[in-house]
Nanobody
C-alpha cells in the first residue's frame, strides 16, 4: 500500500492550494477514514481534517471554513482544498489511512 501526496507549493497569503493523496495497492484500505495532518517547523504533527468512508468530515478549528476535505472513491484519491491560506498554515502536510502515511507535501505561505 502506498499513499502519494502532492499539490504543495509556495503561495501568498490569501491564496489557495489543493492537495491530493492517491492511494494505491489496496482499494479496501481507501475505504477507511482518511486524515490530513500538518507539521509546522519545530512543532508536533497535528490533525487538520478527516473524512469518513461515508463522507462525514471534521476539521481543526483554525481550518474550519477555509479548508475542505473530500474523497473520490472511483479514483482512490483524497483531497484537501485549502483557501484563504495564512502564514501559520505553513508546514509539511501528510495524508494518513490506518497505519499508512504519505511522504508529505510542503506548503509554504508567504505574508
Amino acid at each position: 500500500v502506498q499513499l502519494q501526496a502532492s499539490g504543495g507549493g509556495l503561495v501568498q497569503a490569501g491564496g489557495s492550494l489543493r492537495l491530493s493523496c492517491v492511494v494505491s495497492g489496496s482499494a479496501e484500505i481507501f475505504s477507511n477514514q482518511m486524515y490530513w495532518y500538518r507539521q509546522a517547523p519545530g512543532k508536533l504533527r497535528e490533525l487538520v481534517a478527516d473524512i469518513t468512508s461515508d463522507d462525514k468530515t471534521s476539521y481543526k478549528s483554525t481550518a474550519k471554513g477555509r479548508f475542505i476535505i473530500s474523497r473520490d472513491n472511483a479514483k482512490n484519491t483524497g483531497y484537501l482544498q485549502m483557501n484563504s491560506l495564512k502564514p501559520e498554515d505553513t508546514g509539511l502536510y501528510y495524508c494518513n489511512i490506518k497505519q499508512y502515511w504519505g511522504q508529505g507535501t510542503l506548503v509554504t505561505v508567504s505574508s
